[in-house]
């Protein structure tokens, strides 16, 4: 990787890779590109800017004839619950947004990074040490998604040799940009209300156990697959990864530890909770492991500190 676009770039994972490979690669080096929102200032700051709509091959063609990148993380995307409202425009984003990507990538020589998703997986697939190959009959219209795009970047791979790569996130927590209509949500969200309000109302049911990732290593596992030696790739998209998994009431009580009045109350969401109920509770990830040395270094207990720490400075003092 030499010059690099993230697709994306504002979103939950983009506003932290970005920095991340501007760190490594040079801010010259990584064009960070937004769909509508304004970017953070040290977006603009520290590195290139641009603004385009991966929907739309010419807008997209545009950024590629200009900046002339070598490789793309793709991170446009809805998410799962946003996706199961409006299905049709979740099609459009999360499948005709990498088919272009994948296209364009094709004609001007790219390597591309595709985040999958424990969504991939469906009801009928093991819940438990989910396999790296197993049965993905996923029910929601992000899962399809997911499912697709994977098979998508296999193809664009094994027919067109371009050097496709993807991981299957678990829900990931992070405290620099909130994520947007996820089923995995609760686990960022109720860190901002346990501090402000010392209270939350999750919309999951007690006993949800869910994969989860805190955001330094997502980030981390999106840089070193894109460095792994492709010769050692036996799977390409995408490896299960993970890095704990827990119930919404062990989240509560680690926060408790920092936050002793901390209340948690439960107002269950049903189409959340048949989504949560469809995915893997906890992922085999030993092909990342084994293929390209993945690692995570966040467990629960670490991650619940920092997540106190860091957001209590953001948010303005001390507990
Ligand atoms: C979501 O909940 O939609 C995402 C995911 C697990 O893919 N966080």
Not at 181 to 190: F, K, L, Q
Not at 287 to 313: G, N, V
Request: aromatic share 10%; with cysteine; charged share 25%.
């Amino acid at each position: 990787m030499k010059r690099i676009l993230v697709t994306g770039a504002t979103g939950q994972i983009g506003s932290e890779l970005v920095p991340a490979l501007r760190k490594k690669y040079g801010g010259d080096n990584v064009i960070a590109a937004g769909h509508r929102k304004t970017p953070q200032k040290d977006f603009i700051e520290e590195g290139l800017y641009t603004t385009l709509d991966v929907t739309e091959i010419e807008s997209l063609e545009k950024a590629f004839q200009e900046y002339r990148f070598d490789t793309i993380f793709h991170l446009s995307s809805l998410l799962s619950a946003v996706a199961e409202e409006n299905p049709q425009a979740a099609w459009k984003v999360n499948m005709g947004g990498l088919y272009n990507v994948l296209e364009l990538s094709r004609k001007y020589g790219c390597a591309v990074f595709s985040p999958s998703s424990i969504g991939a997986f469906g009801p009928n697939t093991p819940r438990n040490n989910t396999p790296q190959d197993t049965i993905q009959r996923p029910s929601t219209i992000y899962g399809v998604c997911k499912v697709s795009g994977e098979l998508l970047c296999d193809y664009y791979f094994t027919h067109y040799g371009v050097d496709t790569r993807g991981v299957r996130y678990p829900g990931l927590i992070s405290y620099k940009t909130l994520p947007g209509g996820g089923t995995t949500d609760y686990a960022v969200d109720i860190f901002f209300r346990a501090i402000q309000e010392k209270s939350y109302t999750c919309f999951l049911q007690k006993g949800t156990y869910l994969d989860m990732m805190y955001m330094p290593d997502a980030v981390r596992a999106a840089i070193e697959l894109m460095e792994a030696d492709p010769s050692q790739l036996k799977h390409r998209n995408a490896f299960n990864i993970t890095a704990m998994s827990f119930a919404p009431e062990e989240l509560t009580a680690q926060i408790q530890k920092y936050i002793p009045g901390f209340l948690m109350s439960y107002q269950v969401d049903p189409v959340r909770q048949s989504i949560a109920d469809s995915w893997p509770r906890h992922m085999d990830d030993s092909a990342a492991r084994d293929e390209w040395s993945w690692k995570p270094q966040y467990s629960l207990e670490d991650m619940t500190k920092d997540m106190i720490d860091r957001l209590s400075k953001k948010m303005g003092g001390t507990l």
